[in-house]
């Protein structure tokens, strides 16, 4: 016998169940429940973060503006698009797994890495971006904010906008770290899925290993329009 979320039954046991778990079924509930807990966790973490960044955006609203001024679109757009693609393939692979599709699933883990790889290169050049125009605080010699033909008033927003690049350094370099993370994990999903271990009754890990990257993914949907749009639009007109 079989079931949808399991490994084929042999005498009503598979090779894959736990002995705390009754079956197949209550496995894959219990671990899809804890993974949606960690990612509750994620959400408090993150949420933290958002919440003080909103808190000192309404404080310095003059110095929010002039730090987005410089942040370059570009970059966030590529990163969006990446990451939206990068789901999909994630999305692909599961499927390929419930299939049962062993050379499908092992082509869009694959995928996913290359895309999430490509997300942290792109955002490695961003940060050089930032390092070279002397846009990093906390750092000796490499903090300027003085003022310029093209922003006349940025002296004044110099400690506050200290304050607002620290939040993006933290918000965007903690999600660097989970999607490197992520990355990591593919590249264990991918290790089993060459070994064969998963089936169309077997996938437990990569639906949990799923919903962890669509979870870094979404995070970033909402880094895009807070760090790189609001307080923008004179540069993207």
Same mark, same amino acid.
């Given at each position: ?18 002995? *705390? ?21 994620? =959400? ?27 942040m370059n679109p570009a970059f966030g757009a590529a990163n969006t698009a990446v990451l939206i693609v990068s789901s999909l ?20 883990? =694959? ?16 940060? *050089?971006? *930032? &390092? ?6 906390? =750092?000796?010699?490499? &903090? ?6 093209? *922003? ?38 991918l290790t089993m899925a060459r070994r064969g271990i998963f089936s169309k009754d ?10 962890? &990257? ?5 995070? &970033? ?17």
């Amino acid at each position: 016998m079989a079931d949808t979320h399991g490994a084929v039954a042999e005498h009503g046991h598979s090779k894959y169940l736990r002995h *705390h778990f009754d079956d197949m079924e209550q496995q894959f509930d219990s671990a899809t429940l804890g993974m949606w807990v960690f990612l509750l966790t994620e =959400i408090m973490f993150f949420g933290g973060m958002f919440g003080a960044y909103t808190v000192y955006r309404s404080m310095y609203p003059g110095a929010f503006a002039s730090t987005s001024l410089h942040m370059n679109p570009a970059f966030g757009a590529a990163n969006t698009a990446v990451l939206i693609v990068s789901s999909l393939t994630m999305a692909l692979a599961v499927r390929s797994a419930r299939l049962g599709s062993q050379k499908a699933l092992q082509i869009f883990l =694959i995928l996913t890495m290359i895309f999430g790889i490509a997300f942290l290169v792109i955002k490695g050049f961003e940060y *050089h971006e *930032h &390092w070279v125009d002397n846009k990093v605080p906390l =750092i000796s010699g490499h &903090w300027d904010y003085s003022n310029d033909a093209e *922003h006349p008033n940025q002296a004044q927003y110099a400690k506050q906008a200290q304050i607002l690049f620290c939040f993006y350094f933290f918000m965007t370099g903690f999600h660097a770290v989970h999607m490197l993370v992520g990355v990591g994990i593919m590249i264990t999903i991918l290790t089993m899925a060459r070994r064969g271990i998963f089936s169309k009754d077997y996938f437990t890990p990569v639906e949990i290993s799923g919903l962890y &990257w669509h979870f870094v993914d979404i995070v &970033w949907i909402f880094l895009f329009p807070l760090l790189y749009l609001i307080g923008n639009a004179r540069k993207l007109v």
